[in-house]
């Protein structure tokens, strides 16, 4: 149905616009901003979604660009009409292209940077024109013999998106370096400009900040919220400067121009310089250059600040001014930025072992370590350190001087590939009649230490290597029944132990096993001599059980 009824009105001169009956196709829907130079359909909305059947377009780019080349194509000032259209259009580009957030095309770059604008100095035309904007309207009345300023209809600060694409250079008024009419900025008569400050209008004038943020706050919260340097504008110092003046600086072929103004803010020198007394309460005088600062609603700011002077609104708002949240945030998040810039600068370094420093978290004061080279072998492990003994005051709960660990001394390995000549035994020999009882619930030293582990029997039963002189150990197995618990009496057939002995055969149910010299390096003589250690561990660590 839907596309039977855009057959039917596609051919056919079947709606009405402002200019009569026209061609669906040949009409755009929505506001006629574009009045008197293309059809536009009736607008309500109940007739709104025949529109959206019939596919009716609003004018897009192409169109609005269209529209206005042929308002320049007369080279002849625009009237008023023409004038609207031309700033409605501009507005409509802006909106649109704003919103767009896919890449600008390259041809339509090109067109908007050759777009005719209407400026002080008559239509420019080309992509190489040179076309400047002032945001400032007092500004703008001085330059205009001067500069092509743009003309769109409106005040440029509305079309700040367009600027770039439209190669429009905009004059900063708020950066524009003070200088005063006697001469320039150099030498002896820059001491004007260092003055000592007038404190009877610093005073009036942050008076007036104050008052002049509660009436936004009050009145005009969004413009309030989006100005972020209210902390700054309040704490400026105010000079006269008779004769105040501000350059400018076009830059391309175009000299800087000098310019008199009523008030100027100094950035570098936190200053307001104000031509006299009476461009304190003014909208032309410290009213615009305070305006200037504001990135929107320059012009309400500055209606704002004469009214707070002309409705007396600096007595009335005596006490502390009204402030938005986001402005407390701000302060906020300014004051604790300082304050852990002042913690980090208190804190004293740590010397690290790579020779660099660093600093405490915080701002307490640490004891301080000495950078050199460590040398110091690392403390035993927890499980190699014997427990304290009741009642000895523990690593937490010292008392007394501390005294730092003493290194202990290296050995080198070669030492350890030295074979000793003879077995040292330590203690009193252990015999069969002798083994020490142990006490229930307590184990006794594990013969193993960290190595290599013990080798594996070899299966098959395979014959084991020619033996040769060293160190042999003859072992008896264990009967089957588990482990001998503790204060049993020893077993007779337990282990023996001989030095330098070849081995011989080994008969009933015996076997025979051949320490490697690097486990007996490794183990000691525990790791033959189970009877001098814990038999079970032995069997297990051996394989034998």
């Not at 367009?162 to 004059?171: F, I, N, P, Q």
């Not at 700011?301 to 409705?311: A, C, K, L, N, T």
């Not at 407390?328 to 998040?333: A, I, L, S, V």
């Not at 004061?365 to 080279?373: D, F, I, L, R, Y």
Request: aromatic share 4%.
């Amino acid at each position: 149905m839907e596309k039977q009824i855009r057959h039917e009105f596609r051919y056919e001169d079947l709606v009405l616009t402002d200019q009569g009956w026209m061609e669906s196709r040949k009409c755009f829907q929505g506001p006629a901003i574009l009045r008197g130079f293309r059809p536009f359909t009736l607008t309500g909305v109940d007739i709104a979604p025949l529109w959206q059947v019939l596919g009716i377009p609003e004018p897009g780019v192409d169109d609005l660009i269209d529209v206005l080349k042929e308002i320049s194509g007369t080279g002849a000032a625009p009237d008023a009409d023409r004038e609207r259209v031309m700033l409605e259009a501009l507005r409509r580009l802006r909106d649109v292209i704003s919103s767009d957030d896919k890449p600008m095309p390259p041809g339509l770059q090109s067109r908007l940077r050759s777009l005719p604008l209407w400026t002080t100095a008559g239509w420019v035309k080309g992509k190489g024109r040179s076309v400047f904007a002032v945001a400032d309207s007092k500004v703008e009345r001085a330059l205009t013999d001067r500069l092509p300023l743009w003309k769109p209809g409106g005040n440029v600060q509305q079309f700040t998106a367009l600027l770039g694409r439209l190669h429009v250079t905009l004059l900063d008024v708020a950066g524009a370096k003070v200088t005063y009419e006697t001469g320039g900025v150099d030498g002896v008569r820059s001491a004007a400009l260092d003055q000592p400050a007038d404190a009877s209008l610093t005073e009036d004038f942050r008076r007036g900040v104050a008052a002049l943020q509660d009436l936004l706050v009050r009145d005009e919260p969004e413009t309030a919220e989006a100005f972020t340097g209210w902390t700054w504008l309040a704490g400026l110092e105010v000079r006269l400067l008779p004769g105040l003046r501000i350059r400018l600086d076009p830059g391309g072929t175009y000299e800087p121009i000098e310019l008199p103004v009523d008030a100027q803010i100094d950035r570098g020198r936190h200053t307001l310089f104000l031509r006299s007394h009476t461009a304190l309460t003014t909208k032309t005088g410290a009213g615009a250059a305070i305006a200037s600062h504001f990135a929107e609603e320059r012009s309400r700011v500055g209606h704002s600040w004469r009214d707070v002077w002309e409705e007396r609104l600096v007595e009335a708002g005596a006490g502390t001014a009204l402030t938005s949240a986001g402005q407390r945030d701000r302060e906020e998040r300014q004051r604790l930025a300082e304050e852990l810039r002042q913690r980090a600068q208190l804190a004293p370094a740590l010397p690290m072992p790579n020779g660099k420093s660093t600093a405490h978290r915080g701002t307490g004061t640490g004891a301080t370590v000495s950078a050199g080279p460590i040398g110091i072998v690392p403390l035993p492990r927890t499980g190699s350190t014997p427990a304290p003994a009741p009642g000895s005051p523990g690593p937490g709960n010292q008392t007394g001087p501390q005294h730092a660990p003493t290194a202990r001394p290296l050995v080198d390995a070669a030492a350890f590939d030295v074979l000793p000549g003879k077995v040292t035994r330590l203690g009193t020999p252990s015999t069969p009649g002798s083994a020490p009882a142990r006490t229930p619930g307590t184990a006794g030293p594990s013969p193993r230490r960290l190595g290599t582990p013990l080798p594996q029997p070899r299966p098959g039963g395979a014959p084991s290597p020619a033996p040769q002189p060293g160190f042999t150990a003859r072992l008896r197995r264990r009967p089957q029944g588990g482990a001998r618990h503790p204060g049993a009496p020893p077993d007779p057939e337990r282990a023996e132990c001989r030095a330098g002995r070849p081995a011989g055969r080994v008969g009933h149910g015996r076997r025979r096993i051949r320490l490697d010299r690097a486990l007996l390096r490794d183990q000691g003589p525990r790791a033959c001599c189970p009877g001098r250690a814990d038999p079970d561990a032995f069997g297990v660590r051996t394989g034998l059980v």
